[in-house]
């Protein structure tokens, strides 16, 4: 288990996860021009709900966490990069 928690998550773990959306996603923006806060869907970075299964399977996979398509909270995990990084970094095994 990691000891990196949603309150000590450092800047890099962002960036990581930042990194591997870009790559999983083929994305042409840099990883540091992604807000923490700005949003993931729509607006923000642009991800549609497709984007956003892909990005699930390859976390799953990397981090050994399952997120579930049908939960009520995704709404909110995939509202943000920093809302993303806190919860993987909250209940990753890997």
């Known amino acids: 288990m990691s000891d990196i928690t949603p309150a000590t998550a450092p800047t890099n773990f962002y960036r990581e996860i930042a990194e591997l959306m870009i790559t999983c996603l083929n994305l042409e923006v840099a990883a540091d021009d992604i807000g923490l806060d700005d949003p993931l869907y729509g607006d923000g970075l642009g991800l549609d709900s497709i984007d956003v299964l892909e990005v699930a399977l390859v976390v799953s996979k990397r981090y050994?966490?399952?997120?579930?398509?049908?939960?009520?909270?995704?709404?909110?995990?995939?509202?943000?990069?920093?809302?993303?990084?806190?919860?993987?970094?909250?209940?990753r095994t890997l």
Not at 64 to 85: E, K, P, Y
């Open 64 to 91: 050994g966490l399952q997120l579930r398509a049908d939960s009520a909270d995704n709404q909110h995990i995939f509202s943000s990069l920093r809302n993303l990084a806190d919860h993987i970094a909250a209940h």
